[in-house]
């Protein structure tokens, strides 16, 4: 597999001009942005023209976006299973087949064109649910992170940063041993699942993160290891939790009581957790996300795309979890689209309009979808965050119309991932002018990818 050239990942010095910005609370014209180290250094207002040299930005610019949830691999699912009806169960069953003819380099190259696509949607950190671990059968790789490696590879390719979310997953159900699918993904315990994830490195653009798969994938008595695995490291800790009607009955007749109370019962929960989807929620399950500070991650165009319900996030916002948005299977990759769906859909749930503003929608999609992938600080466009910038077209058939200070409303409400010109990670510009500065053609690298796998 290909990997970057070291000296491409130098520290940038530079400077870039915007004609709008948006800074946390509103959209300010004329803003100057000074990079070094590859951190914002100092911003600049009330500059009517660009200063010698800068690098001008046409449009809105918006802390770079975070993608909080993703299953690279699921990216060759798309449309291929739009075919016929069924359920989240049905679909299921597709993905196992794609998983199951990955290899390392067939990865990489699938999730190299996938994190290129997130680029281009202005996406410049990435949180990766990954569980693929070893060969078809369970045999591990005679390098047993060879897979998580080479979602690491392609990210640094892709020129975005990635939180590789090593998962957790031994079970099929709860008592039941893994399905010949699922022998790939499980270690057979958390204690050597913790051995190989030990052996996984960060670095600038990587940091290293812990998931559990789901209260049905990993033993109750196993849900404290991989718990304290991420304490120790001070890292991320993700759970797919609630997402399926039938995993709560599940758990119930298993435990007697919700995935969100064995949680909690086994020390999951906390702020550097974070519960994904979290969409068949009792009340007290929503106090205790909201009360131990517990993230919520939706992901409202897979939740809509595999019909598993809309998730009661206002309710858990005002408890106290902080929201962030994920594509995780990639139906589409629009961060955009994530964002109003989020609102959209409490509307048609409630019958009553506008439950988050169009500020509270980009912090969801921004600074809180970093905090959730163990970057705090970033997603902000303020002296010290990380220089990963997003721009807007304010002049598409989508955003062309609005004055300038209802530019936010514009991106949100009606703003694609087409729409993006620029993406900058660590001051170096990764999209310029809607195209990848180092995958020249990104769609053809997407079909190559998917076609491999589909024979």
Same mark, same amino acid.
Request: hydrophobic share 40%.
């Given at each position: 597999?290909?990997?970057?050239?070291?000296?491409?990942?130098?520290?940038?010095?530079?400077?870039?001009?915007?004609?709008?910005?948006?800074? @946390?609370?509103?959209?300010?014209?004329?803003?100057?942005?000074?990079?070094?180290? @590859?951190?914002?250094?100092?911003?600049?207002?009330?500059?009517?023209?660009?200063?010698?040299?800068?690098?001008?930005?046409?449009?809105?610019?918006?802390?770079?976006?975070?993608?909080?949830?993703?299953?690279?691999?699921?990216?060759?699912?798309?449309?291929?299973?739009?075919?016929?009806?069924?359920?989240?169960?049905?679909?299921?069953?597709?993905?196992?087949?794609?998983?199951?003819?990955?290899?390392?380099?067939?990865?990489?190259?699938?999730?190299?064109?996938?994190?290129?696509?997130?680029?281009?949607?202005?996406?410049?950190?990435?949180?990766?649910?990954?569980?693929?671990?070893?060969?078809?059968?369970?045999?591990?790789?005679?390098?047993?992170?060879?897979?998580?490696?080479?979602?690491?590879?392609?990210?640094?390719?892709?020129?975005?940063?990635?939180?590789?979310?090593?998962?957790?997953?031994?079970?099929?159900?709860? @008592?039941?041993?893994?399905?010949?699918?699922?022998?790939?993904?499980?270690?057979?315990?958390?204690?050597?699942?913790?051995?190989?994830?030990?052996?996984?490195?960060?670095?600038?653009?990587?940091?290293?993160?812990?998931?559990?798969?789901?209260?049905?994938?990993?033993?109750?008595?196993?849900?404290?290891?991989?718990?304290?695995?991420?304490?120790?490291?001070?890292?991320?800790?993700?759970?797919?939790?609630?997402?399926?009607?039938?995993?709560?009955?599940?758990?119930?007749?298993?435990?007697?009581?919700?995935?969100?109370?064995?949680?909690?019962?086994?020390?999951?929960?906390?702020?550097?957790?974070?519960?994904?989807?979290?969409?068949?929620?009792?009340?007290?399950?929503?106090?205790?996300?909201?009360?131990?500070?517990?993230?919520?991650?939706?992901?409202?165009?897979?939740?809509? /795309? &595999?019909?598993?319900?809309?998730?009661?996030?206002?309710?858990?916002?005002?408890?106290?979890?902080?929201?962030?948005?994920?594509? /995780?299977?990639?139906?589409?990759?629009? &961060?955009?689209?994530?964002?109003?769906?989020?609102?959209?859909?409490?509307?048609?749930?409630?019958?009553?309009?506008?439950?988050?503003?169009?500020?509270?929608?980009?912090?969801?999609?921004?600074?809180?979808?970093?905090?959730?992938?163990?970057?705090?600080?970033?997603?902000?466009?303020?002296?010290?965050?990380?220089?990963?910038?997003?721009?807007?077209?304010?002049?598409?058939?989508?955003?062309?119309?609005?004055?300038?200070?209802?530019?936010?409303?514009?991106?949100?409400?009606?703003?694609?991932?087409?729409?993006?010109?620029?993406?900058?990670?660590?001051?170096?510009?990764?999209?310029?002018? @809607?195209?990848?500065?180092?995958?020249?053609?990104?769609?053809?690298?997407?079909?190559?990818?998917?076609?491999?796998?589909?024979?």
């Amino acid at each position: 597999m290909q990997l970057t050239n070291r000296a491409e990942s130098a520290p940038v010095t530079a400077t870039y001009w915007m004609d709008h910005a948006w800074l @946390g609370t509103h959209v300010e014209p004329g803003v100057t942005l000074d990079v070094a180290g @590859g951190r914002v250094a100092a911003i600049r207002t009330g500059e009517e023209t660009p200063p010698p040299g800068a690098t001008v930005l046409r449009g809105l610019t918006l802390p770079g976006l975070a993608n909080a949830h993703s299953h690279a691999f699921h990216r060759a699912l798309r449309s291929t299973v739009q075919v016929g009806s069924g359920t989240f169960w049905t679909w299921r069953e597709v993905m196992y087949q794609v998983a199951s003819r990955l290899t390392p380099d067939t990865y990489y190259e699938l999730a190299r064109a996938t994190y290129a696509e997130m680029a281009l949607a202005g996406i410049t950190s990435v949180g990766e649910f990954h569980y693929l671990h070893h060969a078809p059968g369970g045999t591990p790789y005679a390098n047993p992170n060879a897979m998580g490696e080479a979602l690491i590879a392609a990210a640094a390719e892709a020129g975005i940063r990635i939180t590789l979310l090593d998962t957790a997953y031994l079970a099929a159900g709860f @008592g039941e041993r893994p399905n010949r699918h699922q022998l790939r993904f499980s270690d057979t315990t958390a204690e050597a699942w913790a051995e190989r994830a030990s052996l996984l490195k960060g670095d600038d653009h990587t940091l290293i993160g812990a998931a559990i798969h789901s209260v049905r994938a990993v033993p109750a008595d196993q849900l404290a290891t991989v718990a304290r695995w991420a304490e120790e490291r001070d890292a991320p800790l993700h759970v797919h939790l609630s997402e399926q009607i039938a995993e709560n009955e599940a758990c119930q007749a298993a435990h007697g009581r919700t995935p969100t109370r064995l949680l909690a019962d086994h020390g999951v929960l906390g702020p550097r957790t974070t519960g994904v989807h979290n969409t068949h929620l009792t009340r007290e399950d929503i106090a205790l996300l909201g009360s131990t500070t517990t993230g919520t991650c939706m992901c409202p165009t897979t939740e809509r /795309d &595999l019909a598993d319900g809309i998730g009661p996030a206002v309710a858990l916002q005002q408890a106290g979890s902080p929201l962030s948005l994920g594509s /995780d299977s990639h139906a589409v990759i629009d &961060l955009f689209e994530e964002a109003r769906a989020m609102e959209l859909n409490e509307r048609l749930r409630t019958h009553v309009r506008g439950h988050w503003t169009a500020a509270a929608l980009l912090r969801a999609a921004s600074a809180d979808g970093h905090a959730a992938l163990g970057r705090p600080g970033a997603g902000v466009l303020e002296p010290g965050a990380p220089a990963d910038l997003t721009t807007v077209a304010l002049d598409s058939v989508r955003t062309a119309g609005p004055v300038p200070r209802l530019a936010a409303e514009a991106a949100v409400f009606a703003a694609s991932a087409a729409d993006v010109r620029h993406t900058v990670v660590a001051g170096r510009h990764i999209v310029r002018d @809607g195209r990848h500065t180092r995958i020249q053609d990104v769609p053809r690298a997407l079909a190559t990818a998917v076609a491999a796998l589909h024979g």
